[in-house]
Antibody, heavy 119, light 107 residues
Framework: EIQLQESGPGLVKPSQSLSLTCSVT?????????WSWIRKFPGNKMEWMGY???????NYNPSLKSRISITRDTSKNQFFLQLNSVTTEDTATYYC????????????WGQGVMVTVSS | DIRMTQSPASLSASLGETVNIECLAS??????LAWYQQKPGKSPQLLIY???SLQNGVPSRFSGSGSGTQYSLKINSLQSEDVATYFC?????????FGSGTKLEIK
């Protein structure tokens, strides 16, 4: 069974960096698919943040492009989110998810981790 | 970016009723649309892809339709377990974008 699990600090100070880990079991992230980060803000708005593909290429939402980095550790079957210079507007629940190409959809999601940006 | 306008924001209906949720894309997305259900405290689950294809294991009371810029999700015979927030998501172009969600409650 494929499972994704987010981990990371639940509280980050403004201007600092937010760092999260997605640990994947049941599937090797270098075998296929795109591995995404998505966030849900208070009030329900959902935002796709970006992905790292099975080959290691990345694609980011232009709204975040100067602040975001998605990397991976293939030996641990994990991928990571780093978001720099956070503000209170980055307070959200962060999800990692697998994106299928044919057909296209997010077929596996982590349970989500709530991150609050506050001093 | 393709903007997805979802309506209504909230919906209250009785058990057994039929409900419809709409998504309007800011441009033609050629049926590149998925619908997700998110129950309280859980992660989103795929219901529909390609605008009208039912994901394996999803009850047949869920159906999707639409084309061009207008899409809808229909839930027949509303059940108590359908209480959730529903999102549409387009994958015609990057960045992938979501509707603002519809919170469904039982009267």
């Amino acid at each position: 069974e494929i499972q994704l699990q987010e981990s990371g600090p639940g509280l980050v100070k403004p201007s600092q960096s937010l760092s999260l880990t997605c640990s994947v079991t049941g599937y090797t992230i270098t075998s296929g698919y795109d591995w995404s980060w998505i966030r849900k803000f208070p009030g329900n708005k959902m935002e796709w943040m970006g992905y790292i593909s099975y080959s290691g290429s990345t694609n980011y939402n232009p709204s975040l492009k100067s602040r975001i980095s998605i990397t991976r550790d293939t030996s641990k079957n994990q991928f990571f989110l780093q978001l720099n210079s956070v503000t209170t507007e980055d307070t959200a629940t962060y999800y990692c998810a697998r994106y299928s190409w044919g057909p296209h959809y997010f077929d596996y999601w982590g349970q989500g981790v709530m991150v609050t940006v506050s001093s | 970016d393709i903007r997805m306008t979802q309506s209504p924001a909230s919906l209250s209906a009785s058990l057994g009723e039929t409900v419809n949720i709409e998504c309007l894309a800011s441009e033609d997305i050629y049926s590149d649309l998925a619908w997700y259900q998110q129950k309280p405290g859980k992660s989103p689950q795929l219901l529909i892809y390609n605008a009208n294809s039912l994901q394996n294991g999803v009850p047949s009371r869920f159906s999707g339709s639409g084309s061009g810029t207008q899409y809808s999700l229909k839930i027949n015979s509303l059940q108590s377990e359908d209480v959730a927030t529903y999102f549409c998501q387009q994958y015609n172009n990057y960045p992938l974008t979501f509707g603002s969600g519809t919170k469904l409650e039982i009267k």
